[in-house]
């Protein structure tokens, strides 16, 4: 099996992983062991800058597809050229801390450029996590309309955790894992839920209705190789007992969805076989309005295989 046949099997069963190093990583080196670490560590595929040297590079020492992400189509041409399998509008995480929006049309418009340059090649648009949840709905769409063959949600920058532990890695993934659920329902091409995921939440991201999910910090702001394949293999190991036919007995998800980035009312329970060793995982939010999380209730009894006692 192809790589890329092996990516798209790994979205219809739900347990697609990207390692992200990062839009404005050009750190040929720093990259390189991102790289690495994501392929032993098990990841299904690698996300990097927009840079034909770089992609060059990386292709040499990878078997893994490899998306480029950027915010200007014209790049995609050369890095398509240079042998990039994938691409990818958005990662904006990174221009957020620089007062840079990215507003619907805007999005919208790239996309339709990108298409109209590359109109064959796997195309990913992130939508905009400054959106309120029925915009980024509209939005998702809109870029499926235009082309898009994933849409990936974000949202951990903007979430404030209160709680430290497992409590907090669920606080920050809340908003991404709003929109992985909502966008989900209304499009009908794989949804990639990135952005504050964690070993912690990307079985919820699984739940909420992602075909898999993408990883940053998580994994390239470790200082070693061991570290960061460790990271990516939890990730794996938590997703290994998600997705369609792979051990989920049973699912209910019942969501009350209020304005804005605010989830009123969140419940999911699932009762998991075996696989990832998760027994049972029942989480309950009452959340505020805006992007603030009032009450957070988690309780989970979890088997062995994931790493989380309870």
């Known amino acids: 099996m192809s790589a890329m046949s092996q990516l798209q099997s790994a979205l219809d069963r739900g347990q697609a992983l990207k390692a992200i190093a990062g839009l404005n990583n050009f750190d040929g080196d720093r990259v390189e062991a991102i790289v690495k670490a994501a392929e032993l560590g098990g990841a299904t595929f690698v ?77 990913s648009v992130t939508v905009p996590h400054i959106l309120a949840l029925d915009e980024q709905v509209a939005l998702a769409e809109a870029l499926v309309a235009a082309g898009a063959d994933i849409i990936q949600t974000e949202g951990g920058t903007s979430s404030q955790p209160v709680h430290a532990g497992s409590l907090g890695l669920i606080e920050k993934a809340a908003p991404t894992l709003a929109a992985a659920y909502e966008i989900s329902r209304a499009v009908s091409v794989p949804v990639l839920c990135a952005s504050g995921i964690s070993a912690v939440t990307a079985p919820l991201a699984i739940a909420a209705g992602a075909a898999g999910v993408g990883v940053g910090t998580a994994i390239n702001k470790l200082d070693s190789e061991i570290a960061m394949v460790a990271a990516v293999r939890s990730i794996v190991e938590s997703l290994a007992g998600t997705g369609v036919g792979l051990g989920i007995e049973n699912l209910q998800t019942v969501a009350s969805v209020g304005t804005g980035c605010g989830i009123e009312n969140l419940q999911t329970v699932a009762s998991v076989g075996t696989g990832c060793g998760i027994e049972n995982l029942q989480t309950v939010a009452s959340v505020g309005t805006g992007c603030g999380i009032e009450n957070l209730q988690t309780v989970a009894s979890v088997g062995a295989g994931c790493g989380i006692e309870n």
Not at 59 to 74: D, M, W
Request: proline content about 5%.
């Open 47 to 123: 996300d990097i800058a927009a840079d034909p040297a770089l992609v060059q590079r990386i292709k040499a020492i990878t078997s893994l597809p490899v998306c480029v992400s950027a915010v200007e189509p014209a790049k995609f041409v050369e890095c398509v050229a240079a042998g990039a399998d994938l691409i990818e509008i958005g990662n904006f995480d990174s221009f957020y801390a620089q007062g840079i929006r990215f507003e619907a049309a805007e999005v919208l418009a790239m996309t339709q450029e990108t298409r109209r340059l590359l109109p064959n090649v796997l195309l």
